[in-house]
């Protein structure tokens, strides 16, 4: 007899004014030239990719604080000429508290299990720093 995975739903609407307001509240996304939707990819592949390493830490009683940078380049695939990101840099610099056993083994379980990272064509290149050194 075979489970059935999680599923995770999410919604949101647009305005007329194209402001985005997600079903769960909080302050709307004005429209605005400062954000584009590519700015709005980038914003949550680094949040989710610091909610998946905060999740794993948890579960191991690591404390995790810091935050992220998201670099993308937009052009024409070659393999089919449409327009998509093509190149994505993250980088993060987080302190966990107490450090871990293996940092990496930590990092790469926040790198594999952040969904937006796996959903994009172009697989993120991460660069952690953790507690100061760079890995």
């Known amino acids: 007899m075979s489970t059935r995975a999680k599923s995770f739903s999410y919604a949101i609407s647009v305005d007329h004014d194209w402001a985005a307001t997600s ?3 909080g302050s709307p996304i004005q429209a605005e030239d400062a954000w584009t939707p590519e700015h709005l990819v980038l914003a949550g592949l680094a949040r989710c990719t610091l909610t998946s390493l ?3 830490a948890r579960r191991d009683g690591i404390e995790v604080t810091g935050g992220a940078d998201a670099k993308g380049e937009v052009t024409q695939r070659d393999t089919d000429g449409r327009y998509a990101f093509v190149r994505i840099k ?3 610099d987080v302190t966990l508290h107490p450090t871990p056993l293996s ?3 930590l990092v790469a379980k926040a790198e594999r299990d952040c969904f937006v990272g796996a959903s994009l064509t172009a697989k993120p290149r991460y660069r952690w720093t953790v507690n100061g050194e760079e890995l």
Do not use: A, W
């Open 23 to 25: 079903e769960r509240g």
């Open 54 to 56: 905060r999740y794993h």
């Open 90 to 92: 993250v980088e993060l």
């Open 103 to 105: 940092v990496r083994e």
